[in-house]
């Protein structure tokens, strides 16, 4: 076959220009991929900026000026939703250059429930007008904006509510950067916009909505703990001056003939449940009463009151103590049983000319005899004044030396527990009293200080009374 150089020639001429275009084409296809991987990583970048942003007016400034300047739209805006109306109003704008045009596009409202709204929360995307072009609200729309075609992309809030709408156009449709190709393009990234800002909207709404939140609840807080103080500062007065009446209602510290007496009041709160009398009359005996109510505080020290009421009404009265307890059982227990008022107790004369002790007690603590550095516990028993009529309590009666010291006391005293899981008990209280007595140090002082270094700090938990009557002679 006979060579033909020229047809040669144009095959090969034609191969490089095959050639030349395919290279071409992979150049332009390697820049698009150039300029998609920049614009993402923009995008990435403004997520970043923006995600942690406080600021709710400046991310919504960095969205539309990002929709312009970076994804070639010439007109941008940004719309947010006004809880006070309910309506979609614009908060941000960029390629507006007149007053004119941004008075307008202030001007545009998207109504919640309406077509537009509707659509966007079907469809997710709007474009004008190669959708719905035949929709005059569409139509009204672009004219507002300015543009002659749009692409629009929602954002939703927590609760799928439409939270708002950025909007993005351009003002020719003959230019090649706004064919119907182009714009899907650049609204594919207009999508990773809406979500850039989508979240970062809805972060900062949600900080600040919790941020009014906790100020309205700090303000209610406050509000509240300043009533509460008012009414603590009133029932503290209240409570001061019913320590006052309460204390005025104990007998003074005196001194007595034949005797040495130590008193410890240590009620809990500012009023207590314990309450004690100390009764002499002359030379003859002298009477000592002590009572503890069911608990403390000022439901106890209520209680205290009706008990010293009942107690004046019987200790002129020439009772022994069995007979004065009985005598205030019977009465509470037919008059006032259905209140519950029921109290430990302990009626003790002390005959200083015989140097004797006769006591009857009810459910309380067993007394205490301290001769010298030994701590004899007194028999005690009876039940609580106030559960039932017509029950007796026993009586007894002990032979006293010079120098010993009979020592009624609460059990506050001794049933207190630290923290260790220890309690103090009576053992650790008659050593107390014991060693008191042998460095010659009174007693009931010498034991509530063991007691709290026993408690380490730790607050007791009950009212403490102790009265101590140390006999010295015979008169």
Not at 56 to 63: D, P, R, V
Not at 239 to 267: N, W
């Given at each position: 076959m006979k060579e033909d150089p020229e047809r040669d020639n144009r095959e090969l001429i034609a191969q490089v220009k095959d050639l030349s275009r395919a290279e071409v084409r992979l150049i332009e296809r390697h820049g698009a991929i150039d300029r998609e991987a920049r614009l993402y990583?923009?995008?990435?970048?403004?997520?970043?900026?923006?995600?942690?942003?406080?600021?709710?007016?400046?991310?919504?400034?960095?969205?539309?000026?990002?929709?312009?300047?970076e994804l070639g739209y010439q007109r941008s805006a940004l719309f947010l939703d006004d809880r006070n109306t309910g309506l979609l109003t614009c908060r941000a704008m960029d390629g507006y250059h007149s007053d004119d045009l941004r008075r307008r596009v202030s001007d545009l409202q998207v109504a919640s429930n309406d077509l537009v709204a509707q659509r966007l929360r079907e469809h997710k995307r709007l474009v004008?007008?190669?959708?719905?072009?035949?929709?005059?609200?569409?139509?009204?729309?672009?004219?507002?904006?300015?543009?002659?075609?749009?692409?629009?992309?929602?954002?939703?809030?927590?609760?799928?509510?439409?939270?708002?709408?950025?909007?993005a156009g351009n003002l020719r449709p003959d230019e090649e950067t706004l064919t119907t190709a182009a714009l899907f393009s650049a609204s594919t990234a207009l999508a990773s916009l809406a979500e850039q800002a989508n979240w970062a909207i809805n972060h900062c709404v949600l900080y600040w909505d919790l941020a009014v939140e906790r100020n309205m609840l700090e303000?209610?807080?406050?509000?509240?703990?300043?009533?509460?103080?008012?009414?603590?500062?009133?029932?503290?007065?209240?409570?001061?001056?019913?320590?006052?009446?309460?204390?005025?209602?104990?007998?003074?510290?005196?001194?007595?003939?034949?005797?040495?007496?130590?008193?410890?009041?240590?009620?809990?709160?500012?009023v207590g449940g314990d309450i004690y009398d100390i009764m002499s009359v002359g030379e003859g005996p002298i009477r000592i009463f002590l009572a503890d109510a069911t608990g403390h505080g000022v439901?106890?020290?209520?209680?205290?009151?009706?008990?010293?009421?009942?107690?004046?009404r019987v200790k002129h009265s020439g009772l022994s103590p069995s007979g004065a307890l009985r005598a205030m059982n019977d009465e509470i227990a037919r008059s006032y049983g259905?209140?519950?008022?029921?109290?430990?107790?302990?009626?003790?004369?002390?005959?200083?000319?015989?140097?004797?002790?006769?006591?009857?007690?009810?459910?309380?603590?067993?007394?205490?005899?301290?001769?010298?550095g030994e701590v004899r516990e007194l028999e005690s028993g009876g039940s609580f004044v106030g559960l039932m009529p017509d029950v007796t309590f026993p009586e007894w009666r002990v032979a006293l030396k010079p120098g010993d010291t009979v020592c009624l006391f609460t059990d506050g005293l001794f049933e207190p527990w630290n923290q260790d899981g220890l309690q103090f008990g009576e053992e650790r209280l008659h050593q107390a009293l014991g060693a008191a007595r042998e460095a010659r140090r009174p007693l009931g002082a010498s034991a509530y200080a063991e007691l709290e270094r026993f408690m380490g700090g730790r607050p007791l938990a009950d009212d403490v009374t102790f009265l101590g009557v140390r006999w010295t002679d015979r008169r």
């Open positions: 990583r923009k995008l990435y970048e403004l997520g970043q900026r923006i995600s942690g942003s406080l600021n709710l007016q400046a991310i919504l400034h960095e969205i539309p000026a990002f929709a312009t300047r004008f007008p190669d959708a719905g072009a035949d929709d005059p609200k569409l139509a009204a729309m672009a004219d507002l904006l300015a543009v002659e075609r749009f692409v629009a992309r929602p954002f939703f809030g927590m609760k799928k509510n439409l939270l708002g709408l950025l909007v303000s209610k807080i406050a509000e509240r703990t300043a009533e509460l103080k008012a009414t603590y500062s009133l029932m503290r007065e209240d409570l001061v001056q019913a320590r006052e009446f309460q204390q005025s209602i104990l007998p003074a510290p005196q001194q007595l003939p034949g005797v040495d007496m130590e008193v410890i009041y240590r009620p809990l709160d500012l439901q106890a020290s209520l209680t205290t009151m009706f008990i010293m009421g009942e107690y004046d259905r209140l519950a008022m029921h109290f430990t107790a302990l009626c003790l004369d002390l005959d200083r000319r015989e140097g004797t002790i006769t006591y009857a007690g009810a459910a309380a603590p067993h007394p205490c005899l301290v001769r010298e």
